[in-house]
């Protein structure tokens, strides 16, 4: 799915518009209907208070055409107009007409005025701003807003939390919904996903209300997020009369004394994600603990005992995979740097490799094309320098990517691989998955694809939606504390067997009447 920008969203509005011959505002009763019905599935008429605060606009008029169903099928609100502007859409208007018709008198609240009390058991809908928030709200509002998030009550926020842009950072955490679940219109959002402001959107989910399919099909965006429909078609079926050369022979590189089983866990995640041959190349003292944990991977040790002196093999590997527990020891610097002055393989670099190539900012020139990176956030700060805010770290991965022609997939809650100024955000995955040894795994899962003939750009965003899937089954029999990585490797197979299995059919909802 894409995630579109403010004036694309626009834009699919106007081409529904003329190509359903509606008009905005039956546009704006098709989602007013879609979140009451959402709500009046869970509610079922309860008595509780429901407080709308609803802007000038058109996501204020969401909010009054809301209002309108509420009131019309007896539930308790309370309805406050936040009147930040005398620049009313028309939209807002006219369900503010319709809203009066029923006998709903808003509150206007103003600069200097009082706000509502609100108790911790009620509801709040907060349809103050839309995606058309271009400014800071006015000092009132943001207290207003601060007076909402510390209500306690439970807050539905329409479209996206207000006090969010679409496009750009925010100046004040303090001028931010702080939303329990976002109904969001037809796409998701972009700032749902990024870590900053991810955080002001506990559960979201998109309501459908008919903008043009092939708008949206035919719209190229920047980012887009990746789930099952995105990496279905990317998946290679085994062929029958195949053998393990058919699935390539991939090279794990790494280790060192107390960090062997950063190689094993990867090795092992290597192997179950597919790739036909595993070797691994670790320092000697590596030798025994890989060779009774996994039989069927092969090791090649280097000539040194505890750190890696020397990248030598006489193997033909499809694809390595390198970095993992490697350490920094400057031997260990003189020989990636040598290694990579005539490798001519695909390479995924992980950990350590990462903070070599900081380090020694020359072997980047080094690298072949479409080499995968996959810093975490502090690695990829080594690497391209600090950044201001979410977007600047996106700005500058996309300049680094373009510069060097490596694929970064930098991990994170949503992990974002950036490659070709395009960014694609995983959606699979939970903070369980913050345990030890995960990196390594999600290493040993892209160069297991590589070696099965996956471009690198596919093995990057299929590996890291496998790895998520594989840690969302885990978890299933373990919680969020006691994910381990083995475990998580255990449930591969399962991820893969999960692509085919048909989504459940989604809660019907009683239809509503237009007014
Ligand atoms: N296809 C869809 O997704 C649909 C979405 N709908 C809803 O519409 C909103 C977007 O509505 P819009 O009217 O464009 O924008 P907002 O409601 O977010 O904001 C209203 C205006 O407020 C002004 N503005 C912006 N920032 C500030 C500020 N800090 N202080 C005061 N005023 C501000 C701005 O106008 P200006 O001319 O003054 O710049 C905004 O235009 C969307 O989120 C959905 O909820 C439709 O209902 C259906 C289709
Ligand atoms: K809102």
């Not at 998109?206 to 078609?233: A, M, R």
């Not at 192997?271 to 003292?285: D, I, K, N, Q």
Request: hydrophobic share 40%.
């Amino acid at each position: 799915m894409k995630f579109f920008s403010a004036k694309q969203i626009y834009a699919a509005d106007k081409f529904t518009i003329e190509k359903q011959q509606i008009s905005s505002i039956d546009l704006m009763e098709r989602a007013a209907i879609q979140i009451f019905n959402w709500l009046h599935v869970r509610m079922q008429g309860a008595q509780v208070k429901i407080h709308l605060f609803c802007g000038i606009g058109n996501n204020g008029g969401d909010g009054l055409a809301l209002a309108r169903h509420l009131k019309e099928h007896g539930y308790n609100i309370e309805v406050n107009v936040v009147n930040y502007s005398d620049k009313r859409s028309k939209d807002f208007l006219i369900n503010l007409d319709r809203l009066k018709e029923r006998k709903v008198w808003p509150n206007f609240l103003e600069r200097d005025g009082e706000f509502t009390v609100i108790g911790p058991d009620d509801i709040i809908i907060d349809a103050i701003f839309g995606i058309g928030l271009n400014r800071s709200p006015d000092p009132w509002v943001a207290r207003l807003i601060g007076h909402l998030n510390s209500s306690g009550a439970f807050i539905l926020s329409i479209d996206i939390p207000s006090g969010l842009y679409m496009d750009k950072a925010i100046e004040d955490v303090n001028a931010v919904i702080k939303a329990n679940h976002v109904l969001s219109f037809q796409v998701p959002k972009l700032v749902f996903f990024l870590p900053e402001t991810g955080v002001f959107s506990n559960q979201w989910e998109i309501l459908d209300i008919g903008l043009d399919q092939e708008y949206l099909k035919d719209t190229e965006t920047e980012f887009e997020v990746i789930g099952k429909s995105e990496v279905l078609p990317m998946y290679k079926p085994r062929e029958k009369f195949s053998h393990k050369g058919t699935y390539g022979h991939s090279l794990i590189i790494g280790g060192s004394y107390g960090k062997i089983g950063a190689v094993t866990l990867s090795a092992k995640a290597c192997l179950t994600s597919g790739s036909g041959l595993v070797t691994a190349y670790v320092p000697r003292c590596g030798y025994v603990p890989i060779q009774t944990a996994l039989p069927e991977v092969m090791v090649i040790t280097d000539k040194n005992e505890t750190a890696i002196g020397a990248i030598t093999f006489d193997i033909k590997p499809t694809v390595i995979g390198l970095g993992i527990g490697m350490g920094m020891a400057s031997e260990t610097g003189d020989a990636l740097s040598e290694f990579l002055e005539t490798n001519k393989l695909p390479l995924v670099i992980d950990a350590d490799g990462l903070n070599l190539l900081a380090k020694h900012k020359s072997f980047l020139n080094k690298l072949p094309s479409k080499t995968i990176l996959t810093p975490h956030p502090k690695e990829l700060e080594r690497l391209i320098g600090t950044w201001k805010d979410d977007f600047d770290m996106l700005k500058k991965a996309k300049v680094f990517s373009k510069k060097y022609d490596v694929i970064l997939t930098i991990k994170g809650a949503h992990t974002m691989t950036i490659y070709n100024n395009h960014g694609y955000v995983n959606s699979t995955g939970n903070p369980g998955m913050a345990t030890a040894g995960s990196g390594d795994a999600l290493t040993g899962i892209i160069t297991g694809l590589i070696a099965q003939g996956y471009e690198p750009l596919q093995a990057a965003i299929f590996g890291v939606y496998l790895h998520g899937m594989a840690g969302d089954l885990a978890i299933e029999h373990t919680g969020y504390q006691a994910l381990t990585t083995s475990k998580l490797i255990d449930n591969i197979g399962m991820a893969f067997v999960d692509l085919f299995k048909m989504p459940e059919p989604p809660q019907e909802a009683e239809p509503q009447e237009k007014p």
